[in-house]
């Protein structure tokens, strides 16, 4: 069976019950000693989460088979996947999801709209164009200069598409953020939170994507308080949340 999903040219492959490879992952993810799906499957909060798929999937929701040479292979199901990618960085989890969101609009039947231009391509999820301009003009730097800023150094065309949401790749968007001093997490956040000079005093649910948050929460509170730690969420925000959340 030819592979639906690829990550940094890696095919992730499925078993028959439709359950994806965390060991291809891990290899997409950078192959990292410490990003192993076996320290990763062997956490308390892991165990957590998968016990509580296990009775709504069906099916297990994680399984491991032999494979030759005393090779196994560990496969999940996609909520795990999820999980496993946030475990192993915010960056990698949002590669996985935007891949996610190509297989589902690639199997979507509605016909695409004419272009005749910029102006007329559809704005597209996590856009940060419209960021990465604002907090380019906060610094009093032209597309020239943020270009000259970035290490490597890239062309100030990439800048002028990157602003325009004219296609990117998440390592070019990496090396723009170290060079405007901030994070991937913040550039892909909603463009309302940059009304103000600076973020402080944003609440990570200005940054997160609440209809993502509220699928994680129907799924597990661990990962949905995993995800808003990855938004700036701190132990003491956490619990007047969740305290709020309850009332």
């Keep these: 069976m030819t592979p639906d999903l690829i990550l940094s040219n890696t095919p992730i492959h499925q078993d028959a019950a439709g359950r994806f490879c965390l060991n291809d992952l891990h290899k997409a993810a950078g192959g990292e000693g410490k990003h192993r799906p076996s320290l990763w499957s062997e956490n308390q909060q892991t165990q957590a989460l998968i016990s509580e798929l296990q009775t709504e999937a069906g099916i297990p929701a994680l399984v491991s088979v032999k494979g030759g040479a005393a090779r196994s292979s560990t496969y999940a199901v996609r909520e795990l996947v999820y999980a496993y990618a946030m475990w192993i960085s915010p960056r990698f989890h949002l590669q996985v999801i935007r891949a996610f969101d190509a297989l589902v609009s690639a199997a979507a039947p509605a016909a695409r709209p004419p272009r005749t231009g910029p102006e007329a391509r559809p704005a597209a999820p996590y856009a940060p164009g419209a960021n990465v301009r604002r907090l380019r003009e906060q610094l009093n730097l032209s597309q020239r200069q943020l270009a000259n800023l970035c290490f490597p150094a890239m062309a100030p065309t990439t800048i ?66 995993r995800y808003l730690m990855d938004y700036g969420a701190t132990a003491a925000w956490l619990e007047g949340f969740e305290g709020a959340s309850h009332d």
């Design 160 to 225: 002028v598409r990157l602003e325009q949401n004219d296609g990117y790749q998440m390592e070019t968007l990496e090396r723009v953020a170290v060079a405007l001093g901030t994070t991937i997490e913040v550039l892909l956040a909603p463009p309302a939170v940059f009304a103000a000079k600076t973020l402080e005093g944003v609440s990570p649910l200005d940054l997160v994507d609440l209809d993502r948050l509220q699928q994680l929460m129907c799924v597990s509170a661990w990962l949905a308080r």
